[in-house]
């Protein structure tokens, strides 16, 4: 078993079974994963706008977020779920990268009870929906925008959970047991813990905000139709 020394993981004397380091070069790490989210989200977006020629620019951005985030939970995320316990001496693409976030929450590399569960949740559940509000954005039919909206919705709301769970936790290790899973450099904990999932509460919030925006339009239009046939 891997123990203080062994490993780079916080706090020093968590137990990383198996632990082997990365042998991969970081830089080589991540512009084959920024490669592969590249290819995916213009691939996405092109089809879309193929489809939708119609789409605007704010519309293509959405369907490439929701089409990152159901890559990120289905497969990044799912792999965790299935191969937790293998992955601190795994040296696949996506066991290295874990590995490497691993150094901001040392939690994925211990198949951490509330990881397994919320992850688990988002592999399940947000993953497919998230691909749903892409397709739904993409399609852009009129009919369709209600159900679009409210999916959205949904999604960004488990999002804004899911994130204030994740901080939360960490929050309440740190401040009431001085118990920190990430390494000290602000590259870890600023960079990765905190930069890395900050998109996840800014973006989604920005999607509520239109969307509620798009529902209220939606609702005056309404409204100002009832009302002019009452006028007749």
């Known amino acids: 078993m891997a123990v203080d020394g062994s490993h780079p993981y916080f706090p020093r004397d968590v137990v990383v079974p198996g632990y082997a380091a990365n042998t991969a070069p970081l830089l080589f790490i991540l512009t084959s994963f920024g490669g592969i989210i590249g290819a995916l989200l213009f691939g996405c977006v092109t089809f879309a706008t193929w489809y939708s020629t119609a789409l605007k620019r704010g519309e293509q951005l959405t369907i490439a977020w929701?089409?990152?985030?159901?890559?990120?939970?289905?497969?990044?995320?799912?792999?965790?779920?299935?191969?937790?316990?293998?992955?601190?001496?795994?040296?696949?693409?996506?066991?290295?990268?874990?590995?490497?976030?691993?150094?901001?929450?040392?939690?994925?590399?211990?198949?951490?009870?509330?990881?397994?569960?919320?992850?688990?949740?988002?592999?399940l559940i947000w993953g497919p929906l998230s691909f749903a509000t892409a397709v739904l954005a993409a399609r852009n039919r009129p009919r369709e925008q209600g159900a679009r909206h409210l999916l959205q919705a949904v999604v960004c709301v488990g999002h804004l959970y899911g994130v204030a769970l994740y901080y939360g936790t960490c929050g309440f290790a740190e401040h009431m047991r001085g118990l920190s899973y990430s390494r000290p450099e602000p590259v870890y904990y600023w960079g990765y813990y905190v930069g890395m999932n900050a998109p996840w509460v800014v973006v989604p919030c920005v999607l509520l905000w239109q969307g509620g925006n798009a529902i209220q339009a939606a609702f005056r239009e309404v409204a100002e139709g009832v009302e002019g046939k009452k006028g007749l």
Request: proline share 3%; glycine share 4%; net charge negative.
């Open 66 to 123: 929701f089409s990152l985030c159901g890559f990120l939970h289905l497969f990044f995320e799912g792999y965790f779920v299935l191969n937790h316990a293998t992955i601190p001496s795994s040296q696949s693409l996506f066991a290295q990268l874990w590995k490497e976030y691993a150094l901001s929450d040392s939690r994925y590399m211990t198949s951490d009870p509330f990881m397994l569960c919320i992850e688990t949740l988002t592999v």
